[in-house]
């Protein structure tokens, strides 16, 4: 089956400027990211993973390049442009959870609903909605330091999700859980996934690599390769762990 391509970067470069020096975090990038699959990220610490995901969001600039979402060139948005892209097209899942502290959880969740100028009514149903979907729906009225860190990451799920976007963005979702809250999430970003979503996850735990349709391993801000699954096969499915450790160790 062929693959459509939801994102694509060319030529891809970030660098950051710290006082008279550059680092060079990404280093022209070619790649594609494709329609419904579940694709990983792995690399090691400092590799520029997060900044990559930053960039394909279009939560950051790049400093050469071009990105696409839909063939259309999201790193020549407009200001306005941009801020509808991120409300409307893409959710994201922050490494620090990110509610805001002083909101109500179902607030928290609602939020980007009402910025992107959705019907109150529509926000407040859809909220509830995933809510339930997350099991937090009896969370609604708390603050989020009155709730696990596991819920705070489920609320956090709901609010990506508010507003339908066609991918979701999840930088090391379990990276602050433990094992049980951990496998919730990733269950969830399974599900969502299965019933069409696309989802680029970053982590570094090779049990939740497993969930992937395509594994990318950055080195050095480069794409230091590529492991395509086959989810019908059903050897690769009992032995994927061992694949995803194999494949790993052999680019690490
Ligand atoms: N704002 C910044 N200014 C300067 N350097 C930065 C900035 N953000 C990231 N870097 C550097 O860019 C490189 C890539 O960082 P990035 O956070 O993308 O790595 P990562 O692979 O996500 O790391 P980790 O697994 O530890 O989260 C690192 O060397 C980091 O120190």
Do not use: W
Not at 53 to 65: F, I, K, N, P
Not at 218 to 226: A, E, L, M, T
């Amino acid at each position: 089956m062929t693959k459509t391509s939801i994102i694509r970067a060319q030529n891809l470069c970030k660098t950051y400027n710290t006082g008279s020096e550059q680092y060079h975090a990404i280093r022209n990038v070619d790649l594609d990211i494709y329609e419904g699959d579940f694709t990983v990220i792995m690399g090691n610490s400092g590799s520029g993973k997060s900044t990559l995901l930053y960039l394909l969001s279009g939560l950051d600039q790049v400093t050469a390049g071009e990105v696409y979402f839909q063939d259309q060139r999201i790193d020549a948005y407009s200001e306005r442009e941009m801020s509808e892209f991120r409300t409307r097209r893409i959710g994201y899942i922050y490494q620090s959870i990110n509610l805001v502290p002083d909101l109500s959880i179902q607030d928290n969740i609602a939020l980007p609903g009402y910025i992107a100028g959705s019907k109150k009514s529509e926000v407040k149903a859809r909220s509830t909605h995933l809510m339930k979907a997350m099991d937090i729906d009896g969370q609604n009225s708390r603050l989020p330091s009155q709730i696990s860190g596991g819920q705070q990451q489920r609320a956090a799920i709901a609010r990506a999700l508010i507003n339908s976007p066609d991918i979701i963005f999840a930088d090391e979702p379990t990276g602050s859980l433990n094992y049980e809250h951990g496998k919730a999430v990733l269950d969830i970003l399974t599900d969502i996934n299965r019933k069409g979503q696309s989802v680029v996850m970053v982590t570094h735990d090779i049990k939740a690599a497993c969930r992937a349709d395509r594994l990318i391993f950055i080195r050095d801000g480069k794409v230091g390769g590529i492991l395509e699954f086959d989810k019908y096969d059903e050897h690769q499915i009992q032995d994927r762990e061992s694949m995803v450790f194999a494949f790993v160790s052999g680019k690490e």
